[in-house]
């Protein structure tokens, strides 16, 4: 006779330990998971932290009637006071050589310091002014010990001789480490001590506001008409398969369609964050129109029942009822495709959102480039600094893309309340 009851005990423990076995694996996955993310975060970190601040260095410049012409600072030589005053601190250096890297302990644009400080402060006419100066890049790396002195002199970024004097201005307190705000404030440079993201990101942000402007109505306008009132026949089918093909083309593809169109044909500027803004918005319209589809559909039929049992109209039963409900998964989709458009580099590439760009750009007509692009750029220099200032930049643009997530989710949650 079968034992029934034994041979169910068996299978039931047996499937208890699969499920168990399942739940670890799970359990497993996330932890890979979480680890390589916490790696990748952990790399980018410790790459940017560099950039956090900056060395300066203390140089006395002469600024007084004999050397310049406080009437005349447009012509003034601010290059050659800064050398004569770095060959001053220096007067032992005398060959031509050893001059060219004693000028290379500060910044190619110190002289421009110079003269910006002297414009903001008038008062520093008159007599010799110690001003602190933004030092090379090189000197930055070697303070923070990136630089291996181990190696051979001629394998190595800095010299014997530069490291001396670094050590007799470190030991003379003429060296600092200060906030380095300049990469928030300033544009792009090829200097990688003075290079901000400043006008990157302006440029994303006017992008941004273009693709929100022209994406957003649209897409919720063509989700609505889909949705509740276009009638069932095969053209309707033709255009939602089409959105959905959209959705999964690749991004240089509107990019080249931009390229073709918005360039070549209407002649809109190149560069402009209003051609970039406007391939941006053809890239995410797929997906806004899906997702506020979906978020239609989630409301329960008995919204707009009701609406019409009690005397509205169509259209009133689906502004004034539908819409309200659906509104909080339109934004989620909305935002999707904002963050999505933020991190979009192909597109901008192909309407010459690659330039490089150092002023700030003051409208959408203006050229510019994009956080992204500017990433891009930076990644593909080979100086060591411009490594950490890539890795910084993306720090920035993501903080932008959860602050996006966050402002959703706190209107999200208002919207729900109200309605």
């Avoid at 918005?262 to 803004?277: A, C, E, H, I, Q």
């Avoid at 933020?342 to 330039?355: D, K, R």
Wanted: proline residues 5%.
């Amino acid at each position: 006779m079968i034992n029934f009851s034994k041979h169910a005990g068996f299978n039931l423990s047996r499937r208890h330990r699969a499920e168990q076995r399942f739940q670890w694996a799970g359990r497993f996955a996330i932890l890979i998971s979480l680890a390589f993310l916490v790696i990748m975060l952990g790399s980018i970190f410790r790459d940017a932290s560099g950039v956090m601040r900056q060395s300066q260095i203390a140089v006395a410049v002469d600024l007084g009637p004999e050397a310049i012409d406080a009437a005349d600072i447009a012509n003034i030589s601010f290059g050659k006071i800064l050398k004569s005053a770095m060959r001053a601190r220096f007067p032992d250096v005398m060959k031509r050589k050893d001059k060219k890297r004693l000028y290379n302990l500060v910044s190619p644009e110190a002289s421009f310091e110079i003269k910006r400080q002297l414009t903001n402060d008038p008062a520093l006419f008159g007599r010799v002014q110690t001003l602190w100066l933004t030092a090379s890049d090189d000197l930055d790396l070697y303070l923070r010990g990136k630089i291996d002195t181990s190696l051979p002199e001629n394998q190595r970024q800095i010299s014997d001789a530069q490291i001396a004097w670094i050590k007799d201005l470190k030991q003379a307190g003429q060296i600092r480490r200060v906030v380095n705000w300049n990469f928030l404030t300033n544009g792009d440079s090829r200097e990688p001590e003075i290079a901000g993201i400043l006008s990157a990101l302006v440029g994303s942000l006017f992008s941004l506001a273009v693709c929100f402007s022209l994406s957003f109505p649209i897409g919720i306008g063509a989700a609505i008409f889909l949705e509740e009132f276009a009638p069932t026949n095969r053209i309707t089918s033709l255009i939602e398969v089409n959105i959905n093909n959209l959705a999964a083309v690749p991004s240089i593809v509107f990019g080249l369609l931009g390229l073709s169109i918005f360039l070549g044909y209407f002649g809109l500027p190149r560069s402009s964050p209003l051609v970039g803004g406007m391939v941006l918005a053809l890239m995410t319209l797929p997906t806004i129109i899906i997702a506020a589809r979906a978020a239609l559909k989630s409301v329960p039929p008995s919204f707009k029942q009701a609406a019409l049992a009690l005397g509205a109209t169509p259209v009133q039963a689906v502004f004034h009822h539908v819409l309200p409900a659906a509104l909080p998964g339109m934004l989620t989709g909305a935002i999707v495709g904002m963050a999505q458009a933020l991190g979009e580099t192909a597109p901008l590439l192909m309407i010459g959102m690659v330039a490089f760009i150092v002023d700030v750009p003051q409208s959408i007509l203006e050229p510019a480039t994009a956080l992204p692009v500017q990433i891009f750029l930076w990644a593909d220099s080979p100086e060591r600094a411009f490594t950490e200032k890539t890795a910084a930049a993306i720090i920035v643009l993501l903080v932008l893309l959860i602050a996006m997530n966050l402002s959703v989710i706190l209107l999200r949650r208002k919207l729900e309340q109200r309605f």
